[in-house]
């Protein structure tokens, strides 16, 4: 099964995050299929970049996001609607 996760980059106590779509049973930080975009938790405000149609592509072929990715997707989403 294949999983939207995160994968940590970046030195100790400094943080970076990789999403990637990955195997279910790979290590965290192994072997993923595809970079899909960054996290980066110690910029204020946190910086985060996704290629949603990638994302969507993923989704739709069956993979699940883990909780973390599932909210990171939902605000960017809510970044990208038109207010008004």
């Known amino acids: 099964m294949v999983r939207l996760r ?27 299929i595809e970079v899909l975009g960054y996290y980066d938790p110690m910029k204020d405000p946190a910086d985060i970049k996704l290629d949603l149609e990638r994302v969507d592509y993923w989704l739709g072929v069956g993979a699940s996001p883990s909780d973390t990715v599932a909210s990171l997707i939902e605000r960017v989403r809510a970044e990208e609607q038109p207010v008004g």
């Not at 995160?6 to 965290?28: C, E, H, I, Q, W």
């Open 6 to 32: 995160l994968t940590r980059m970046g030195r100790k106590k400094r943080p970076f995050y990789r999403v990637v779509a990955a195997d279910s049973r790979a290590p965290r930080d192994g072997r993923h």
